[in-house]
């Protein structure tokens, strides 16, 4: 048996929520074993340049990525682009529109924070933005720890930014539609990301992918740093019963708060389709 490809296909830096450069990542990525990578920042195609070249200077393949907010059935869901061209004016607009609601929502977050007493949320959360289009729950994260009214982020979350919590602010992203429109025009493939974190119903989530098939979608996350190890084979199920190709990345943000470090999630389950199959055409 050959020994899979070591492909992580999700990942971000400072250009969107994550702590290191594209370069680093690229380094560390390599030092991992990894063969293909894609840099996926939240709504921003800003870093791809550095990361292609970064990819090449560690002897990596590489693929153009960006992960794209969207809101399905009043959720919020992410879909990784791969393999589009970086130029197409389409895809570039849309996601300068989807970024363009965050400073706005921002501020809102940081009201809603004053009111429970923690006051001066904004400019302290600016303080970790990378990229001042894209401020996100995780900068504000971060300025919560760092001033000591949570010890983690995902404490920070739990108590502060999900659903129903002072600090959350109900969001129109781009539509599923939109997105998937994005991707292909541009020649990219479209990916359902991390499908397990949703909060769907069975319905719903039948729903949701369905849709994106109709949409000319074809990828789905099996193997990501937000799957347990049951929820991959359930994946791949879905996979197969929805005829899409399956994809592998951690989803890594940071040395400090990622469990899952670059290249180190298991294969994909056997009897898939891997996207890297599809997308050789793509991989630069
Ligand atoms: P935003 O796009 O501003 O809504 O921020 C979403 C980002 O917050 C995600 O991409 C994750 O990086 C991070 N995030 C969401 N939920 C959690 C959580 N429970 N714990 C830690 N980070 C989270
Ligand atoms: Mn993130
Ligand atoms: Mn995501
Ligand atoms: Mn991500």
């Known amino acids: 048996m050959t020994t899979p490809l070591n492909a992580d296909l999700h990942c971000h830096s400072v250009v969107s929520d994550g702590t290191l450069t594209p370069e680093a990542l690229a380094e560390r990525a390599r030092g991992n074993g990894v063969e293909l990578w894609a840099l996926t920042d939240h709504d921003e195609i800003g870093g791809l340049q550095r990361a292609r070249e970064a990819a090449h200077a560690q002897g990596m393949k590489y693929l153009t990525g960006v992960e794209i907010s969207i809101t399905f059935l009043n959720q919020t869901v992410h879909i990784v682009g791969l393999g589009f061209d970086a130029d197409n004016t389409t895809l570039r607009d849309g996601l300068r529109q989807t970024r363009g609601g965050r400073g706005a929502r921002a501020m809102e977050m940081s009201d809603g924070l004053a009111k429970v007493g923690i006051h001066g949320a904004y400019e302290g959360a600016l303080k970790f933005v990378g ?129 899952t470090e670059l290249g180190t999630l298991p294969a994909l389950p056997s009897g898939l389709t891997p996207v890297w199959e599809l997308l050789s055409s793509r991989i630069q």
């Open 131 to 259: 990229n001042p289009e894209l401020i996100s729950r995780t900068h504000f994260a971060r300025f919560l720890v760092e001033s000591g009214v949570c010890r983690e982020t995902s404490e920070v979350f739990r108590k502060y930014l999900t659903e129903g919590k002072p600090g959350f602010v109900p969001h129109r992203w781009a539509t599923l539609k939109d997105a998937v429109t994005w991707i292909t025009a541009a020649g990219g493939m479209a990916i359902i990301a991390h499908p397990a974190r949703y909060k769907f119903t069975p319905n719903e989530e039948y729903a949701l992918f369905t849709e994106f098939k109709g949409y000319g979608g074809q990828g789905v996350e099996v193997v990501t740093g937000s799957h347990s190890v049951p929820e991959y084979q359930i994946y791949a199920e879905t996979a197969k019963e929805f005829g899409l190709a399956a994809s592998r990345g951690s989803d890594f943000h940071s040395p400090d708060e990622s469990h």
